[in-house]
């Protein structure tokens, strides 16, 4: 499990590392900053884009 989590800020807030607001690109941070800023709806948790499987057309 990675120690990090990608979110999207909700609101407008500053995190420390400049102004993130709805517009903003998503972002990573720490899964306990990521929970911190939800539990104050700050932010969404983004779910990660997994690759998709090439599909198997039966020949070798």
Do not use: C, H, W
Not at 30 to 45: D, H, I, N, T, W
């Amino acid at each position: 499990m990675s120690d990090t989590i990608t979110v999207q800020a909700l609101r407008t807030f500053d995190n420390g590392s400049g102004l993130k607001t709805a517009k903003s690109e998503p972002f990573t941070v720490s899964r306990y900053e990521a929970k911190e800023l939800q539990e104050r709806g700050l932010v969404s948790f983004v779910e990660e884009a997994t690759p998709a499987k090439p599909k198997r057309t039966g020949k070798p």
